[in-house]
Every structure is written in C-alpha cells, then in structure tokens.
C-alpha cells in the first residue's frame, strides 16, 4: 500500500488548509488512517485518527475543535483529508499520513506512510 500526501503550503495564522492522503489500493477500507506531524528539532506527534468505517475519531487536544478528519472511499478513491481551520503558528510542521490495522496514537504502530507534505503558519 502507498500513501500520497498533499495539500500543506504557506497560510496565515487563523487561515485553512486542507491535507489529503490517497491510497494506493482499495483494501485500506480495512485500516485505520492518521495523521501525524513533526516540526524540525522534536518528535513526530499524532495529530488525528479515523477508524476504517469512517465514523469513529480521535484528535489530539492541541487540535481538537480546529481540525477534522474524513475518509471517502467510495468510487475508490480511497482518501483521507484533515481539514484545518483557525491555524497557529505552532501547527507549523511536515504532516505525515500514516495507515494500520492499529487504531494507535504511536507512529510506531503503523505500517504505510506517506512522504509528509510541508504545513507553514505564518504570524
């Protein structure tokens, strides 16, 4: 399975960016999906799961209330968004989709990853 990841660039603080993450195959409907991100000097850090049916997330609490996770995996498209609303400065970071049987918080756990794509929130 690979993950592409797109959609990061340049925004202002309290702008939006919307990230996908699309699938190589249809057969991630089974795994779960994350979204992880890691800004120069420390740890990748989880930012957000959905679960394979769709309807069960999570969210990290830096996050929580700005950004949203979805899944479309109808007409195979196989894809994962996170929009991100009302951006701060501090969500700058390379964002990383990641997939798994695992329902887990640790980027550890995961299987398939994307190549991040870049996110900067200017002040």
């Known amino acids: 399975v690979q993950l592409q990841a797109s959609g990061g660039g340049l925004v202002q603080a309290g702008g939006s960016l919307r990230l996908s993450c699309v699938a190589s195959?249809?057969?991630?409907?089974?795994?779960?999906t994350a979204w992880f991100r890691q800004a120069p000097g420390k740890e990748r850090e989880f930012v957000a799961i959905i679960r394979w049916n769709g309807y069960y997330t999570e969210y990290a609490a830096s996050v929580k209330g700005r950004f949203t996770i979805s899944r479309d995996n109808a007409n195979a498209k196989n894809t994962t968004y996170l929009q991100m609303n009302s951006l701060k400065p501090e969500d700058t970071a390379v964002y990383y989709c990641a997939a798994g049987y695992s329902s887990s918080w640790r980027a550890s756990d995961y299987d398939y990853w994307g190549q991040g794509t870049q996110v900067t929130v200017s002040s």
């Open positions: 195959e249809r057969t991630t409907s089974s795994f779960a």
